[in-house]
Nanobody
Framework: QVQLVESGGGLVQAGGSLRLSCAAS????????VGWYRQAPEKQRELVAN???????NYADSVKGRFTISRDNAKNTVYLQMNSLKPEDTAVYYC?????????????WGKGTLVTVSS
């Protein structure tokens, strides 16, 4: 069972920055992909960004140019640097990992961290 713990959320003014961290309980080196998702009140959870084991990344159009996902394998941590934050970025941000387990790939989620952007 992989534990994912998010941190770094908080209250920030529009235009500000935050860095989220997702710390895993085991080495992330072999994880297929680690992603950040978010869910705003009364909205569906959506993908914000993800990073694959070889380092390639994807971003939602709404955050391109403002957010950067990165990973530190030595620290078993994935980061989401969020710049130029907007009120519409307000949401609970979740970390997700797809982890190979033999013939299967298991899906793990953290409990989330709240980001609130004031106008």
């Amino acid at each position: 069972q992989v534990q994912l713990v998010e941190s770094g959320g908080g209250l920030v003014q529009a235009g500000g920055s935050l860095r989220l961290s997702c710390a895993a309980s085991e080495s992330i080196f072999s994880f297929n992909v680690v992603g950040w998702y978010r869910q705003a009140p009364e909205k569906q959870r959506e993908l914000v960004a993800n990073i694959f084991s070889r380092g390639s990344t994807n971003y939602a159009d709404s955050v391109k140019g403002r957010f950067t996902i990165s990973r530190d394998n030595a620290k078993n941590t994935v980061y989401l640097q969020m710049n130029s934050l907007k009120p519409e970025d307000t949401a609970v941000y979740y970390c997700n990992a797809a982890v190979p387990r033999g013939l299967y790939v298991m899906d793990y989620w953290g409990k989330g961290t709240l980001v609130t952007v004031s106008s």
